[in-house]
Structures are given as structure tokens and as C-alpha cells.
Nanobody, 116 residues
């Protein structure tokens, strides 16, 4: 059974940084896209950043220039470096992968709170 194990969330002051990590455990044939989404209280889940197996990236406008997504294909991990964090970045962050056959798998989520 494939699972996504997320880590790195927590409480940080405005202007601070956090790095989220997502590791894929279990047997998996091949991963196409990997990404991060977030959901704030009372809001819909939204895309934060995605990265393809070839390294092409896509970011939400609200995080461009502050967040960086990267992946290690050999280790099946995806990272999200978050800098210059703002209170509006507060949310539960979810890792998501799409396999080559097209299956979508979500992580359990990790809380990020930006507050002074």
C-alpha cells in the first residue's frame, strides 16, 4: 500500500521559513507529477506548487518568488521550501502525487501556522 509521509510543518513568525517534506512509502511503479496543496479554515483546497517528473514547475501566484518546490526522483520525495511566510499562508498543507497510470494519492496533511 502506497502512503505519503509528510513532515516539516509547525508554527513560525511572519517573515520566517519552513521546509515541508513528503516521502512516498510502499511499492510504486512510477510517479508523474508531485505537488503541494493547502486548505485554510473555511476555504477550498488550493494548489500551491507542482513539479513534473521532468522538473517543470508550476506555482500559485500568491507564492511565486517565495516558495520553491523540488523533488528527488531516486528517493520519491518532494520538498517545499517556504520563505517570507505570511499569516495568509496559514493552512493545512497536503502532498499529492499522480502516478503514471493516473492514480491520485494524497498525504494526511501537515499544519503550517504563521503568527506572531
Amino acid at each position: 500500500q502506497v502512503q505519503l509521509v509528510e513532515s516539516g510543518g509547525g508554527l513560525v513568525q511572519p517573515g520566517g521559513s519552513l521546509r515541508l517534506s513528503c516521502a512516498v512509502s510502499g511499492s510504486i511503479f512510477s510517479i508523474n507529477a508531485m505537488g503541494w496543496y493547502r486548505q485554510a479554515p473555511g476555504k477550498q483546497r488550493e494548489l500551491v506548487a507542482t513539479i513534473t517528473s521532468g522538473g517543470s514547475t508550476n506555482y500559485a501566484e500568491s507564492v511565486k518568488g517565495r516558495f520553491t518546490i523540488s523533488r528527488d526522483n531516486a528517493k520519491n520525495t518532494v520538498l517545499l521550501q517556504m520563505n517570507s511566510l505570511k499569516p495568509e499562508d496559514t493552512a493545512v498543507y497536503y502532498c499529492r502525487i499522480r502516478t503514471v497510470p493516473g492514480d491520485i494519492i494524497w498525504g494526511q496533511g501537515t499544519q503550517v501556522t504563521v503568527s506572531s
